[in-house]
């Protein structure tokens, strides 16, 4: 018995050791920092610099990513419900094919692709231009914050949908012929039979969502260089033009808290469902 | 950071090379911060050179990264190396910010008096870097320099000075764009220019010495340039105003000279777009060849500085090759280039506009204090 005890020690040995130096000893190192003045010592001056100069950024990277959060949910479950629901089966096989794809592409490569896409003479308008919907001086940009909640749907919508769209057609069918045929329309069905049964899935798929746009700093670095701008451009612009890692922990402290709560109803979800 | 590993191993390796010994063949390692066209240069263009006229030495290139931390790196590189009689490094190519703590920690050879070539620099950035003396420890690779790029279709005639600038972008608002200061140099260089413009001591800035309480003094440069940004467009960084130029969506604004000039040649800009360096002055950084004090092969060292600081190299180099401004003075180089070179890098801003309205950056801590207060009154 105690040597399965010593075997089972061994073998997780190899996986804590890689979470503990890679993951919890940064995490530590770098919450301490935060309370750390410049020269040593323990301050909350990392903290008073931090909302003196960027509060109206944290708020501006809540409204964005809670903003993008929303709007991926309301994709996916479109995506999910339609691949579900759809009637016509070429229509689904397309979509089924086509909707993963951003999934592949890094943000970075994402963030390029739209840069040009979004601008003001970008693909985009010029092509709304050559169609005649548009005249060449109605066009605007969209690289600002309107660029970078795009981008952020864009590229997450994929990975909320596949999980989405996974869980619905695991449900059982039978509650959907049964609203349909009591004549129920099918976005009827989607709102009231599918949406409430796919909830846990949905909720947990948006929250590892949020938790990746928070950390992305290519996307707004590259799309928008507008102020209000994400917390993570504050974090590199600190450390890059003035070596101040105080202040970027600080920031990072704010964001670890902004994700925990996050993280906090994502365990209570899987802990209920366990 | 994440180039650590190659750059350790390169060293490792460079160190072994150093360790054999390979008959009275010299092994030259130059260090190069910056990006990849930096090490490019010195491995495909000096050592081919160097090589055919030593033929005893081989030059080993290596690259320490992009930007302030590769200087950094080779500084520390050097740091380490402190205690010992011969270092690795014999020839490094460092940023305009890191040569002034080099010098102070004595970490460098006042190599200048013993080439000949030391005599073609006149410079005020050959003799202070960012508020320190370094006359005699360096000779500047090249000279980069921030102007405003103009689209000739879209602007009758180019604003001036900086005054002239604020009023045009008033009368045409969202034609000017430029990074604001987190989204990359060009940005920072043309804020910096603002505030010269702006504020009444401005030499202060660029030569110190520092005093904490002057940055009181910048609220209505910067109250100015906050009404200013209403009226512009804030683009996505260096690249990004470049690309809004290409695209029509501005019609001016600031970006590096080198810069302009490759994205021109590369068919990335059209050709008819032209370039005007505003006064009273906008900055521009060189980078500099320097030597480090106990350099293993000093004497090649010094041969190599030579030969890549000499007017031919330079001409055929640094203003053909890659669009910078030569690092020793102009009026050298100029003889050995044709016109139709010389022009394409001189025609929009001339020698004497680089000699009256090239500034430097400003003293560290003021350079700090202009970032801070921007943020402070500028953005939030």
């Known amino acids: 018995m105690q040597d399965r005890g010593r075997l089972g020690i061994a073998l997780v040995a190899p996986a804590l050791a890689a979470v ?32 003196e100069f960027y509060s109206v950024d944290i708020g501006f990277t809540l409204v964005i990513i809670g903003l993008s959060t929303l709007l991926i949910a309301l994709a996916a479950i479109a995506i999910g419900g339609y691949l579900v629901l759809g009637e016509n089966p070429r229509a689904v096989a397309l979509l089924r094919w086509l909707y993963r794809w951003p999934l ?41 914050w309107r660029g970078i909640v795009i981008t952020f749907v864009w590229k997450q919508t994929p990975f909320v949908a596949l999980l989405v769209a996974g869980a619905m057609a695991a449900l059982d069918r039978s509650t959907i012929e049964a609203a349909r045929n009591l ?84 365990l209570r979800r899987q802990v209920r469902q366990s | 950071m994440k180039r650590n590993p190659a750059l350790l191993a390169a060293l490792a390796l460079s160190a072994a090379a150093l360790a054999t010994p390979a008959a009275a063949q010299t092994t030259l390692n130059v260090v190069t911060a910056g990006d990849q066209n930096m090490v490019d240069y010195v491995k495909d263009f000096l050592a081919p050179r160097f090589e055919k006229t030593n033929p005893k030495a081989t030059v080993k290139a290596v690259g320490t990264g992009p930007g302030d931390a590769g200087s950094q790196k080779i500084a520390e590189k050097l740091q ?26 004595g970490l460098l050879a006042p190599y200048v008096k013993d080439v000949a070539t030391g005599k073609l620099v006149t410079s005020e950035s050959s003799k202070n870097a960012l508020g320190t ?149 906008m900055p521009g950084q060189p980078m500099y060849y320097v030597i480090p004090a106990k350099a293993a092969n000093m004497a090649a060292a010094k041969k190599f ?27 050298h180089v100029k003889a050995k280039l044709d016109d139709k070179t010389w022009n394409k890098l001189f025609v929009d801003v001339t020698p004497k506009d680089l000699a009256a309205k090239g500034k430097v950056f400003p003293i560290k801590p003021y350079f700090d204090d202009i970032l801070e207060s921007y943020e402070r009154k500028v953005l939030n």
């Open chain 2, 133 to 281: 003396n370094v006359a005699g420890y360096v000779i500047p690779m090249f000279q980069s320099q921030t102007a405003i790029a103009w689209n000739p279709g879209l602007v009758k005639a180019p604003p001036k000075d900086y005054n002239e600038l604020a009023a045009w972008a008033k009368a045409n608002p969202r034609k000017f764009g430029y990074n604001g200061i987190k989204g990359g140099m060009s940005g920072v260089a043309f804020v910096v220019g603002w505030v010269y413009a702006n504020t009444p001591d401005s030499e202060r800035l660029m030569k110190g010495p520092y005093d904490a309480s002057t940055k009181a003094k910048w609220d209505g440069a910067l109250g100015k340039l906050k009404e200013f940004n209403r009226n512009v467009v804030i683009t996505p960084g260096n690249a990004g105003t470049l690309d809004m130029l290409n695209r029509g969506e501005i019609s001016m604004g600031p970006v590096w000279v080198d810069m302009f000039y490759t994205w021109m040649a590369d068919g990335k800009l059209p050709p008819t777009m032209r370039l005007q360096l505003i006064g009273p002055g």
């Open chain 2, 80 to 105: 380490a190396q402190k205690g010992n009689a011969a270092w690795d490094v014999d020839v490094a190519v460092i940023h305009q910010k890191m040569a002034g703590d080099l010098v102070r920690e």
């Open chain 1, 183 to 266: 004549g129920a329309a099918r976005l009827r069905v989607l709102v009231e039979i599918l949406v409430p049964q796919v909830k846990p899935t949905l909720v947990v798929g948006l929250i590892l969502s949020f938790v990746t746009m928070m950390s992305v700093l290519s996307v707004p670095l590259m799309i928008s260089g507008e102020s209000p701008t994400m917390m993570t451009v504050d974090m590199a612009f600190r450390i890059n033009n003035y070596g101040d890692y105080g202040t970027a922990n600080a920031l990072g402290f704010i964001s670890y808290l902004l994700t925990a709560g996050c993280a906090w109803v994502y």
């Open chain 1, 104 to 144: 592949f592409i890094p943000f970075v490569v994402a963030a390029q692709c739209m840069r040009s896409f979004l601008a003001k003479n970008g693909l985009m308008n010029n092509s709304f231009v050559a169609l005649g919907i548009l005249e060449i001086d109605q066009t605007t940009g969209f690289l600002d």
């Open chain 2, 305 to 331: 500085v030579e030969m890549a600081t000499s007017p031919d190299v330079q001409a055929e180099g640094i203003v053909k090759k890659f669009n910078w401004y030569p690092g020793i003075d102009a009026q």
């Open chain 1, 20 to 51: 503990l130096v890679l993951f919890v000893y940064p995490l530590g190192y770098s919450l301490a920092t935060a309370f750390e003045a410049k020269g040593g010592g323990f301050t909350f001056g990392n903290f008073v610099k931090a909302f």
